[in-house]
């Protein structure tokens, strides 16, 4: 249990459905950021929250959409996708108490676009 | 730019010990993190370097040489568990991004 949770575990939609994402994590972390793993590739940052505000979009397509409620929980809005955004979605949190101010993960979400 | 190399495979046998490698280049830099990831689960946090040295905790070590842009995760005693893969990862100064590597896949042979 890393304190940070993912659903769902696994996603199979098609290229004109809208599904969502959820995270939530239970670390009293202000920091939530969206990445993604694709085979044989660096994980990706896609998106940055500090305390519910969005401060990083790095460059992603509008058809995915991040929505921060409150500082807990994380949701990545997905439509009209591609086959090629088929990937792991991984949630992570950070506090900036500390120096390391390290990331902890969720075991992410597989996504398959069909 | 932001560059960061590891080697793609390794193998290693059980008991013994393994180094993996990780170069960087970054605009400018804030630490240095190794990550280990088994498959289908999420990445967990290993050590963490911002000065130059080695960093020692249990069976796994860091290093870090900032004027060469380079570490090291040194594995000692190795088990059938660590078979997995270590992504190194270096924060930016100017804006505190997290950049991560495509990770080094570990086997461990019996």
């Known amino acids: 249990e890393t304190g940070v949770t993912q659903t769902p575990r696994h996603l199979v939609m098609g290229m004109t459905n809208k599904k969502s994402l959820k995270c939530e994590q239970h670390?009293?972390?202000?920091?939530m950021y969206w990445y993604k793993q694709s085979a044989k590739k660096p994980l990706e940052l896609m998106f940055v929250?500090?305390?519910?505000?969005?401060?990083e979009n790095n460059s992603v397509p509008s058809r995915f959409s991040p929505e921060c409620p409150n500082s807990s929980h994380l949701f990545l809005h997905l439509h009209t996708l591609q086959p090629e955004d088929s990937a792991l979605y991984l949630c992570?949190?950070?506090?900036?108490?500390?120096?390391?101010?390290?990331?902890?993960f969720g075991s992410g979400t597989q996504l398959s676009v069909l | 730019g932001q560059n960061i190399d590891q080697p793609t495979e390794m193998t290693a046998t059980e008991g013994a010990i393994v180094q993996i490698n990780c170069t960087y280049q970054t605009s400018g830099f804030n630490g240095l993190f190794w990550y280990q990831q088994h498959a289908g689960e999420a990445p967990t946090f290993l050590s963490y370097?911002?000065?130059?040295g080695l960093e020692e905790k249990g069976r796994f070590s860091s290093f870090l040489s900032r004027s060469k842009g380079y570490s090291y995760l040194l594995l000692k005693e190795l088990q059938m568990k660590d078979s997995a893969s270590y992504l190194c990862?270096?924060?930016?100064?100017?804006?505190?991004?997290?950049?991560f590597g495509k990770g080094t896949r570990l086997h461990i042979l019996p």
């Open positions: 670390l009293g972390h202000n920091a």
């Open positions: 990862a270096v924060r930016e100064f100017r804006d505190d991004k997290i950049i």
């Open positions: 929250y500090n305390f519910k505000e969005q401060t």
């Open positions: 370097n911002v000065l130059d």
């Open positions: 992570a949190s950070s506090s900036p108490e500390g120096s390391d101010e390290k990331l902890f």
